[in-house]
């Protein structure tokens, strides 16, 4: 049964994911809608409940919480969603500073 309210767009995006303690890993984003983002992922380190900052550019970073994960890729619910719909093509002007 799907929970979400916003559609999920399909991407294909390297991104850059920290967990509190600094530690780093890279992964490929693979969907992403207002509310989080499907996060493809080669550990199976990363679990359920742990927050995440990640990084999408040098510029723009996101922070949200692993609402689950499989040994594939984790689904990450962010921290503030968007009130708007996020489209693919905006995440080359996107300006986030990094917290």
């Avoid at 509310?35 to 927050?51: D, L, Q």
């Avoid at 921290?79 to 986030?96: G, H, N, Q, R, Y």
Wanted: aromatic share 4%; hydrophobic share 40%; with cysteine.
């Amino acid at each position: 049964m799907e929970h979400r309210c916003s559609t999920r767009k399909k991407i294909l995006l390297n991104v850059i994911i920290r967990n509190q303690r600094g530690l780093m890993q890279r992964g490929k984003a693979r969907n992403l809608s207002n509310e989080g983002m499907y996060i493809e992922v080669t550990s199976a380190e990363i679990k359920k409940g742990i927050m995440l900052d990640i990084e999408l550019s040098d510029t723009c970073c996101l922070r949200g919480w692993v609402a689950h994960d499989s040994d594939n890729g984790i689904g990450v619910l962010f921290s503030a969603p968007a009130f708007t719909e996020v489209e693919p093509s905006d995440l080359a002007t996107m300006k986030i500073k990094k917290a």
